[in-house]
């Protein structure tokens, strides 16, 4: 195992830097300001407003015409995911206890769905422009389930639209849910270090596969493991999100980028399995612990805050990628 000579640096050109800025603060604005807005916006409107931003992001990134642009089209995609994200877990959380259960089995299935798709179109030999427009479509689809295929939760009056709420009570609802937030924030550190930080520098030169072969594997091995663990959340939950799993495979990855003592490409790609299954099982136990622990009226806020741990998580992380980048590459 070793670094290639041709490694494509990522975080360390300026570029790069600013398609990471890009991806990451967006979510995490929109993430920061939920939890004392969100309520002011009707769910219809953050469906259609996250739709729009989703189809843009699709568009610019397809066109590319520019840097500019598709910067651009990151920043739309990164206001999709969070805006998204916040709406449809709060959602989620007013159906019964497979809600939240069943979003969290969907967005596995979305990243490793998206992973196989865009792998697949690119070895079809499409260019990268020409590989995302098939997500044209889906906003159209989100669109369409929500307005025609999802019923009304069970207790409509549960739904909280914030007027209600004093600013003491918001407090309290958001204090309970910090105990779930702050391990979804490492655990998301660990793992967008390993995701951006670490699997590009680790290649098997011995390996069949080519450098970016590999990565694309680690890419979907992880995809799969996340997939794996949040659809499972319903049979296996853990009342307390465990890191000591993700730390120790973090830190393991560390030392094996300029140690080089992994067999091979084979226990390369177990480790990364273990981290989307670690990383999967702490996000779908996470949201399912806030949901059932928080009052009905208190829900959505709850996920909220919850929500932003996750975004906290990694946006260090990136920063984090940027250090060992510099560090590993001379950059």
């Given at each position: 195992?070793?670094?290639?000579?041709?490694?494509?640096?990522?975080?360390?050109?300026?570029?790069?830097?600013?398609?990471?800025?890009?991806?990451?603060?967006?979510?995490?604005?929109?993430?920061?300001?939920?939890?004392?807005?969100?309520?002011?916006?009707?769910?219809?409107?953050?469906?259609?407003?996250?739709?729009?931003?989703?189809?843009?992001?699709?568009?610019?990134?397809?066109?590319?015409?520019?840097?500019?642009?598709?910067?651009?089209?990151?920043?739309?995609?990164?206001?999709?995911?969070?805006?998204?994200?916040?709406?449809?877990?709060?959602?989620?959380?007013?159906?019964?206890?497979?809600?939240?259960?069943?979003?969290?089995?969907?967005?596995?299935?979305?990243?490793?769905?998206?992973?196989?798709?865009?792998?697949?179109?690119?070895?079809?030999?499409?260019?990268?422009?020409?590989?995302?427009?098939?997500?044209?479509?889906?906003?159209?689809?989100?669109?369409?389930s929500y307005f025609f295929l999802l019923g009304p939760p069970p207790c409509p009056t549960a739904l909280p639209h914030?007027?209600?709420?004093?600013?003491?009570?918001?407090?309290?609802?958001?204090?309970?849910?910090?105990?779930?937030?702050?391990?979804?924030?490492?655990?998301?550190?660990?793992?967008?270090?390993?995701?951006?930080?670490?699997?590009?520098?680790?290649?098997?030169?011995?390996?069949?596969?080519?450098?970016?072969?590999?990565?694309?594997?680690?890419?979907?091995?992880?995809?799969?493991?996340?997939?794996?663990?949040?659809?499972?959340?319903?049979?296996?939950?853990?009342?307390?999100?465990?890191?000591?799993?993700?730390?120790?495979?973090?830190?393991?990855?560390?030392?094996?980028?300029?140690?080089?003592?992994?067999?091979?490409?084979?226990?390369?790609?177990?480790?990364?399995?273990?981290?989307?299954?670690?990383?999967?099982?702490?996000?779908?136990?996470?949201?399912?612990?806030?949901?059932?622990?928080?009052?009905?009226?208190?829900?959505?806020?709850?996920?909220?805050?919850?929500?932003?741990?996750?975004?906290?998580?990694?946006?260090?992380?990136?920063?984090?990628?940027?250090?060992?980048?510099?560090?590993?590459?001379?950059?």
């Amino acid at each position: 195992m070793g670094l290639p000579p041709n490694l494509w640096v990522g975080p360390t050109t300026c570029g790069a830097q600013a398609v990471l800025l890009a991806d990451i603060l967006p979510t995490l604005l929109i993430k920061l300001a939920a939890p004392f807005v969100i309520h002011l916006l009707p769910y219809n409107s953050r469906v259609v407003a996250a739709a729009l931003c989703a189809w843009g992001s699709f568009g610019l990134v397809a066109a590319a015409a520019g840097s500019a642009l598709s910067l651009g089209g990151v920043v739309l995609a990164s206001a999709a995911s969070g805006l998204g994200e916040v709406t449809f877990l709060g959602l989620a959380s007013q159906y019964p206890r497979l809600g939240v259960a069943c979003w969290s089995s969907g967005t596995g299935a979305a990243g490793l769905g998206g992973a196989l798709g865009y792998g697949a179109l690119l070895q079809a030999g499409l260019s990268l422009p020409h590989a995302v427009l098939p997500g044209l479509l889906l906003p159209h689809i989100t669109l369409l389930s929500y307005f025609f295929l999802l019923g009304p939760p069970p207790c409509p009056t549960a739904l909280p639209h914030g007027g209600g709420l004093t600013a003491g009570e918001r407090w309290q609802v958001a204090k309970a849910a910090l105990p779930q937030a702050a391990p979804l924030t490492l655990v998301y550190f660990a793992e967008y270090f390993i995701n951006q930080g670490l699997l590009e520098l680790l290649y098997f030169p011995d390996a069949a596969l080519t450098h970016n072969e590999q990565y694309r594997w680690y890419q979907l091995i992880y995809q799969g493991g996340v997939f794996l663990a949040r659809s499972s959340v319903r049979c296996l939950r853990c009342r307390r999100v465990g890191l000591l799993a993700l730390v120790l495979n973090a830190a393991l990855l560390l030392a094996a980028v300029p140690g080089r003592f992994l067999p091979g490409f084979g226990a390369a790609c177990a480790l990364v399995l273990g981290e989307g299954l670690v990383g999967g099982g702490a996000y779908g136990s996470g949201f399912s612990n806030v949901a059932e622990q928080a009052a009905p009226w208190g829900r959505a806020l709850a996920v909220a805050v919850a929500a932003l741990g996750d975004t906290v998580g990694v946006a260090l992380a990136g920063g984090a990628a940027v250090g060992i980048h510099r560090l590993f590459c001379g950059a």
